[in-house]
């Protein structure tokens, strides 16, 4: 059993955009497991629990059945995302194709949906030691002082994971690669270092409108527009970072903005568009579907165009899944292909193919999330 964190939460965004691999999760962000009747009971379980403490459970119980990620939960803003392979553990070797979050990832996740406020951006030693702790409980106290919220952890002088009380004896925790979110027994016995009750204070975050994401803006003085283009009539201005309900993206005008460059922007709730230059993530956030403005090319140089299926579908640089990541599907769209070529063997959705696409753009992707056969007909080997 691994139970070990990064060392800084800096490391997860870095080494998943090295070892970038096809996310193959096919039907939404978090592709959560099947319920059982003990995950069904993830809640308040006993008395005593602040209205934060509640919150924070009610947020860290939405996750039930989503996957263990190692790294995951520690992008810019708190939420799941790709994880990576840790080197060591086999059981980890698709983290980097799994949403989710490791065991702090998930608490800094609860506390933020709970308070508005990032106040467990770090790992569960991290965590153990924050300054945000308004109460500490040794391991010889066992679970008799713990309410609902309070985060219990494990570790001998250093401490390499945490999970939250529910009461009742019972707690919901990410527990380990290969696993998902999930309801179990307390542990006090072993490695049991103690507890600590997070400081309540702080507004929750309301959940996101109209089925979008919630995402965080940097900057000063940032402006939402009426269409995807700086031109285009202001519809708002965010004197500081703010919260932004994100419903789609779509590449449009190009900007230049802060030393960055992008032509993607995003719809937020109330239809005004925000280019991605001023949301805290990557040039294209996970997980945001196409809002539908982008017409793909029409076949050319000999190509056929092809229907891709899933979520999150990567292409890259070359037909190897650890090769650079050069585009980013998040939901099916079309593509236009060369040539195909066996290469490196893919496992993925329940299927195993060697076979892959050159597109015309130059980039690769496996067959497996091309809609058609194993080896696609009429299309040359490259």
């Known amino acids: 059993m691994r139970l070990s964190e990064l060392t800084t939460p800096g490391r997860a965004s870095a080494a998943a955009a090295a070892i970038a691999l096809i996310a193959f999760l096919p039907a939404t962000a978090h592709a959560a497991a099947p319920r059982t009747a003990q995950d069904t009971a993830c809640g308040v379980l006993a008395p005593g629990a602040s209205a934060t403490a509640e919150a924070a459970v009610a947020a860290a119980c939405s996750q039930i059945g ?12 708190p939420g799941a995302t790709y994880g990576y392979y840790d080197g060591s553990d086999p059981d980890s070797l698709h983290d980097n194709e799994r949403k989710g979050f490791d065991c702090s990832g998930l608490m800094r996740y609860a506390y933020y949906r709970a308070t508005g406020r990032d106040l467990l951006n770090g790992t569960a030693d991290d965590q153990y030691h924050s300054t945000q702790a308004a109460a500490r409980f040794q391991a010889s106290q066992g679970t008799a002082p713990l309410v609902p919220g309070d985060l219990m952890f494990w570790g ?37 270092a103690g507890a600590i009750r997070v400081n309540p204070s702080g507004t929750p975050v309301p959940p996101p409108a109209d089925g979008g994401s919630t995402f965080e803006t940097w900057g000063t003085g940032v402006r939402t527009h009426a269409t995807p283009s700086v031109r ?6 965010f004197a500081g970072p703010s919260q932004v309900s994100v419903q789609c993206q779509e590449h449009a005008e ?8 992008n032509d993607i922007w995003s719809r937020l ?38 229907r891709t299926w899933g979520t999150g579908v990567r292409t890259h640089s070359e037909p190897n899944v650890n090769a650079g990541v050069v585009d980013y599907f998040p939901q099916p769209t079309t593509v236009n292909v060369v ?3 066996h290469a490196q063997t893919v496992t993925a959705e329940g299927y195993t193919n060697d076979a892959w696409s050159k597109l015309t753009n130059g980039a690769w992707m496996t067959n497996i999330y091309i809609q058609g056969p194993a080896w696609l007909p009429g299309v040359a080997t490259c």
């Not at 989503?66 to 803003?77: F, I, K, L």
């Not at 696993?179 to 049991?192: E, F, L, M, N």
């Not at 005004?272 to 017409?295: F, H, M, Q, R, V």
């Open 254 to 261: 190009t900007v230049t903005a802060e030393g960055y460059t």
């Open 66 to 77: 989503v996957w263990y990620s190692w790294g995951g939960g520690h992008g810019a803003t």
């Open 156 to 192: 001998s002088g250093h401490v390499h994971h945490v999970a939250m009380y529910l009461g009742a004896g019972q707690m919901v925790e990410a527990y380990e690669s290969g696993t998902h979110i999930r309801v179990a027994p307390v542990r006090t016995g072993g490695d049991y």
């Open 269 to 306: 709730a109330d239809g005004s568009w925000l280019t991605n230059i001023y949301i805290k993530g990557p040039a294209e956030l996970p997980g945001i579907p196409d809002c539908g403005g982008d017409t793909p090319a029409p076949p050319g140089g000999g190509s056929t165009a092809f």
């Open 232 to 237: 285009s009539a202001v519809v708002d201005t």
């Open 339 to 341: 040539c195909q070529a």
